[in-house]
């Protein structure tokens, strides 16, 4: 059988799949908080992402042309988590989710966001915020 029909079968086989790409315990150190201190000193952030994209076509091809780099992903949470400031770790999250969907065709996307410590009284690990979004 021809390499282009087999991969074309291959193909067809896996249209509903739920692959996914995924950046786990990203750390950044970024200024987001209610309290004026939280936003001049900062803190720990740490993020994950699960993008949900067929990856089908990078497995047989074997090429980052087929793929969603996770580098590029990092780079993209990076530039939210350090360089911009919001009060609540839903908005960053929200605008992780929002800049992911404007640079990549992926399905949907997972953001979990957490602070490590977070700022209260008491011993807990971390504390955070977990979205899903799917493209419309």
């Known amino acids: 059988m021809p390499r282009a029909l087999t991969r074309a079968i291959l193909l067809v086989q896996f249209r509903n799949v739920a692959d996914k790409i995924i950046l786990k315990g990203a750390q950044f150190h970024g200024k987001h908080g209610v309290s ?3 936003r001049i000193v900062g803190g720990r952030i740490i993020v994950d992402v699960e993008i949900e994209y067929d990856l089908t076509r990078a ?3 074997d090429t980052i042309e087929n793929t969603i780099s996770y580098a590029d992903v990092f780079k993209v949470v990076r530039h939210l988590v350090e360089d911009t400031e919001s009060l609540l770790l839903e908005a960053l999250a929200r605008k992780i989710c929002e800049a992911l969907f404007e640079r990549f065709p992926m399905d949907a996307v997972t ?3 957490r602070k490590q410590p977070p700022p209260i ?3 807990v690990e971390s504390a955070g915020v977990e979205i899903r979004r799917t493209r419309s």
């Open 59 to 61: 497995g047989i091809s």
């Open 121 to 123: 009284r008491g011993v």
């Open 36 to 38: 004026p201190e939280e």
């Open 111 to 113: 953001i979990n966001v």
